[in-house]
């Protein structure tokens, strides 16, 4: 089945939040001139070990005496007390193969700032490199900001606009804001609506490109030439190679982020007028000459995908300074909402209103041939929609100036040093082999159901009917990637997964010759839900993964980098899928006058004189127009698709299950990139 359009929604507020939330540095945070421990107050359940400084007794003296840390009596046994506190990792530690409680016992002297940058994470399971016990929430936003002392994070943010030495500073956050969203300043819930609608103008294209015109094209294509239409989404999946320009080129008078955004739109505005203006001529050529001009269309929908790609890329950048720190979780549900409701508008709403048979039943007298709604018509509406949100967004918008730039050599030299760490290279070997064993399921049994007969209208009921499935349903799949390990969530969404290959399949050979009937149409949703939430169940679990594991310092490079790999892990194999399902097929013409094939030729007339094969949709269409039948002796489908779930059981079993649980296994400083490496 395709992967579900609400996909991102479930990764919650919390990893966002953690990932991105700048650490501010604390004005009450005393050291003393000796190796002294501290014990902090009870209700944040905190143990910090400060490093040596210099700071002058007197300071001490004068701070707030409710945030006064009180050393320990001299009598206190203090590796005692160092054993019973909860245990931090040292991610300075040059041995990393020893578990986080020996470090602490053998280096009291350790950092502060290291400290708070290897805090604790949701995982119960201290040998991944996480605390136990119910500091987890209080020092999982520690643990992903950058330390204190990177002359990175202070350039950044003395480049900001708003940076100024007049105020003090705010206190260092503790918990992850839970504030609703009435509660949110009102430039929050501004920024906030505005990060939706661009996110939102994003999701447009991409669920016609993603969802909506493969089925439209099925009718002119066989599953070979759609393989070709789905090297479109590969911008998507590819955005890492160009997101360090993005970043780093921009004009000052404009703006970082609206440099990028602001023609970007533009073009991709007159991009879909041009193609609404265009698409019925367009879907006729992609199907003639044997297929031949699906490249031609492609490359239109490619362009597409690639501006909204790059657009994606500034917008993401830009939502970590239109919101406030405290409030930055609001950016991953902006994102996730847009998106997904953009999609949903593309694919499912889209995919029934273009339907004849749905327009027919629900707003005509008088049946036609056409839907409500055509390709053309909902681009170019969509497209004159770009041009009047652009034009908005340039007068009516102001983005805060900055005078921070980021080198691309820079950031490219960082994303080399990422890619040179062994736990990032096994990891992007089970990302590129990871979603072969289901690859059939989601390229090509929605076609093969409309192969069977299957309408259309069906189709987007279903999908309309397993969406809010998927959102309750993500929402446990969320909760089980915080109370469990993530790679044992994810494992166990590989083998639903693949059960929901086998499960899909039966549903397609159970077609009943008599057409669609309720019985059937009910057990098509169930395999739908359960197909789209052990995807879900698998994507949000490797996100959280993915979250926990990244280099704070870092952060956005190295995440977008994991994010990307685990894309196109599930983007390059779909093309090859495709293709398989036709070399394995087998289909004859035979004419009226013929009950059993005899001689496979291909007639170029109109009138079938003699069998030849119809594997192709142009030729299937020939054979009907000439008052042949097209008969499939061999369905390459179900060939296919077992071929897909046993390589998936020998690869989980044999490499992907072991090797994930060890990664799991390492703790936080084996993934840390050393500014060496970086480059920086």
Not at 645 to 662: C, D, E, N, S
Request: net charge neutral; proline share 6%; with cysteine.
């Amino acid at each position: 089945m395709p992967t579900p359009l609400g996909q991102s929604f479930f990764t919650g507020h919390s990893s966002f939040a953690s990932e991105y939330t700048p650490e501010l540095p604390s004005h009450n945070n005393q050291r003393s001139n000796t190796n002294q421990a501290y014990l902090i107050d009870q209700s944040t359940e905190l143990a910090e070990i400060p490093r040596k400084s210099t700071s002058s007794p007197d300071r001490i003296a004068h701070t707030d005496p409710k945030s006064r840390i009180e050393p320990l009596p001299e009598h206190t046994n203090l590796a005692e007390d160092i054993e019973k506190a909860p245990l931090i990792s040292d991610p300075g530690s040059d041995n990393d193969s020893e578990p986080e409680s020996s470090q602490m016992g053998r280096k009291p002297e350790s950092s502060n700032a290291h400290l708070q940058s290897n805090g604790s994470s949701t995982s119960s399971h201290s040998h991944n490199g996480h605390a136990n016990g119910k500091m987890n929430k209080n020092l999982e936003m520690r643990r992903k900001n950058a330390v204190l002392d990177s002359p990175t994070q202070t350039a950044h943010l003395m480049a900001r606009e708003g940076f100024s030495l007049d105020n003090e500073p705010p206190p260092t956050p503790i918990h992850t804001s839970n504030t609703g969203f009435l509660d949110l300043p009102q430039q929050d819930r501004r920024n906030f609506l505005l990060l939706v609608l661009l996110y939102f103008l994003q999701g447009i294209p991409m669920g016609l490109a993603g969802g909506s015109v493969p089925f439209l094209l099925k009718k002119h294509l066989s599953y070979g030439q759609i393989g070709v239409f789905t090297l479109a989404s590969y911008p998507y999946s590819l955005k890492l190679l160009w997101s360090p320009i993005v970043d780093a080129v921009w004009s000052a008078k404009v703006g970082r982020r609206k440099s990028w955004i602001l023609p970007i739109q533009f073009f991709s505005g007159f991009g879909m007028i041009y193609m609404g203006s265009r698409a019925a001529k367009m879907m006729v050529a992609a199907g003639a000459e044997d297929g031949s001009g699906i490249w031609t269309f492609t490359c239109w929908w490619f362009f597409l995908v690639f501006l909204c790609a790059t657009q994606d890329i500034a917008v993401d950048g830009w939502a970590l300074t239109l919101l406030s720190p405290s409030n930055l979780s609001y950016a991953s549900t902006a994102q996730t909402v847009g998106l997904t409701a953009g999609q949903f508008l593309s694919f499912t709403v889209f995919l029934a209103f273009n339907s004849p048979e749905f327009a027919n039943k629900w707003f005509r007298k008088t049946p036609l041939d056409v839907g409500v709604m055509t390709l053309g018509g909902y681009l170019s509406f969509w497209g004159w929609a770009y041009l009047i949100v652009t034009l908005g967004l340039a007068f009516l918008k102001r983005e805060e100036k900055t005078k921070d730039r980021d080198g691309i050599i820079s950031v490219y030299k960082s994303m080399l040093g990422i890619l040179k760490l062994r736990n990032i290279q096994t990891i992007i070997i089970i990302h590129l082999i990871a979603k072969l064993g289901f690859q059939a399921n989601d390229a090509a049994t929605n076609l093969k159901l409309l192969d069977k007969g299957f309408s259309q209208e069906d189709m987007a009921l279903t999908i309309l009917i397993d969406f809010p499935f998927e959102i309750s349903l993500g929402y446990y799949a969320g909760r089980w990637s915080t109370a469990y390990p993530p790679i044992h969530v994810w494992c166990w969404g590989f083998i639903c997964r693949l059960i929901a290959a086998l499960i899909a399949q039966a549903t397609v050979m159970m077609f009943p010759k008599d057409g669609v009937q309720t019985w059937y149409l009910l057990t098509v949703i169930a395999s739908h839900i359960f197909s789209t939430f052990s995807s879900t169940m698998m994507f949000v679990a490797i996100s959280a993964f993915h979250a926990r594991i990244a280099d704070p310092v870092i952060g956005g490079t190295y995440m977008t980098l994991l994010a990307t790999v685990s894309n196109l892990g599930g983007t390059f194999p779909r093309f090859f899928i495709l293709k398989l399902v036709d070399a394995f097929s087998a289909a004859t013409c035979i004419p009226p006058s013929q009950s059993s094939p005899t001689d496979v030729t291909k007639d170029k007339g109109s009138s079938i004189i003699s069998p030849f094969s119809c594997i192709l949709e142009a030729e299937r269409d020939r054979c009907k127009d000439g008052g042949g039948t097209c008969v499939i002796t061999r369905d390459g489908y179900y060939i296919t698709n077992i071929f897909c779930v046993v390589i998936g059981i020998i690869t989980f079993w044999g490499f992907i299950r072991p090797a994930a649980r060890r990664l799991q296994a390492l703790p936080l400083r084996a993934w840390r990139l050393s500014e060496d490496s970086a480059g920086r």
